[in-house]
């Protein structure tokens, strides 16, 4: 599958924006998806996961009831809406897609996405 991460900017603290994430070549539905970020000089890490049924959800600590990831597998599109966003937030941002199955206890390891985007910049500004 190839996916396609776009919806990034420039904005201002406590402001919002949507990222999307196009697929093509294969079926939405038929992966584990999430949204990762990797701000400069630190590490990868998972934001956000939806199953592919859209019945399970992931969110790290630092965006829980901040941020909201969703999917249209009719539209094979990922979305995360990014509300009250903070300076810390600034990142690159990555979706990616996986083929294992749902797994709370493992879903945080780069390693269960085996497709990525190209990532979509994230800059907050105060």
């Known amino acids: 599958v190839q996916l396609q991460a776009f919806g990034g900017g420039l904005v201002q603290a406590e402001g919002s924006l949507r990222l999307s994430c196009a697929a093509s070549?294969?079926?939405?539905?038929?992966?584990?998806m999430g949204w990762f970020r990797q701000a400069p000089g630190k590490e990868r890490e998972l934001v956000a996961a939806?199953?592919?049924?859209?019945?399970?959800?992931y969110y790290a600590d630092s965006v829980k009831g901040r941020f909201t990831v969703s999917r249209d597998n009719a539209k094979n599109t990922l979305y995360l809406q990014m509300n009250s966003l903070k300076l810390e937030d600034t990142a690159v941002y990555y979706c990616?897609?996986?083929?294992?199955?749902?797994?709370?206890?493992?879903?945080?390891?780069?390693?269960?996405?085996?497709?990525w985007g190209q990532g979509t910049l994230v800059t907050v500004s105060s």
């Open positions: 990616a897609a996986g083929t294992r199955g749902w797994n709370i206890a493992t879903i945080t390891s780069s390693g269960n996405f085996g497709s």
């Open positions: 939806i199953s592919r049924s859209a019945h399970h959800t």
């Open positions: 070549g294969r079926f939405l539905s038929t992966y584990v």
